[in-house]
């Protein structure tokens, strides 16, 4: 028969090489060319900075994105990398980051703040790199409204009618918006 002692060693065990492959594992994405994708429909939020890509002038209108599903982008403190959706709305691109004001988000969703200290980031897509910056959209209905309404209709089959009030998930720190632009 197992003891409690037995089984105390046992579980330490199991906890710790579980423990152990996940250190590993994040490791291993951090040394990744961008986030890890197992899947296509399945990206790990993180990876490693970029080392592969063009450095490519932004261009004028980031409407050539508008039915792309995601994009790849790196912050520069710290060099991690993510995978993001992208709402553009009038050639303006746009990121969201959700459930920022849930348990889950606040670990989850760490890169959002990483912007308040600095907000360079890196996009790469298609093997192009676009150095910019994201500013943050708190109390702007005429932008909010209409890349909620695009995000809803890219992503969750929303029909793309802007919805007034729709705002407050923004304004109430819910949503957090950024608007890609040229660094100044």
């Known amino acids: 028969m197992f003891t409690v002692k037995t089984l105390s060693k046992w579980a330490g065990i199991v906890l710790g090489s579980i423990l152990l492959l996940l250190a590993v594992a994040y490791g291993a994405m951090r040394m990744n060319d961008g986030p890890v994708e197992f899947y296509p429909w399945f990206t790990i939020s993180i990876g490693g900075p970029f080392r592969s890509g063009e450095l490519t002038e932004a261009p004028e209108s980031w409407e050539f994105l508008r039915e792309r599903e995601e994009i790849e982008i790196q912050t520069l403190k710290p060099t991690t990398s993510r995978t993001v959706w992208v709402p553009v709305v009038d050639g303006e691109l746009f990121i969201v980051s959700g459930y920022m004001n849930s348990p889950i988000g606040k670990l989850w969703k760490q890169w ?31 932008k ?20 007034p009030g729709s705002e407050i998930a923004v304004t109430s720190g819910s949503i957090w918006m950024f608007e890609v632009t040229d660094c100044q």
């Open 144 to 163: 909010v409204v209409p890349v909620l309404a695009e995000l809803a209709r890219k992503y969750f089959g929303g029909s793309g009618e802007q919805i």
């Open 112 to 142: 959002p703040a990483y912007m308040e200290e600095d907000n360079r980031i890196l996009i790469r897509d298609d093997g192009k790199i676009y150095e910019q910056c994201l500013q943050r959209v708190l109390n702007d209905p005429q």
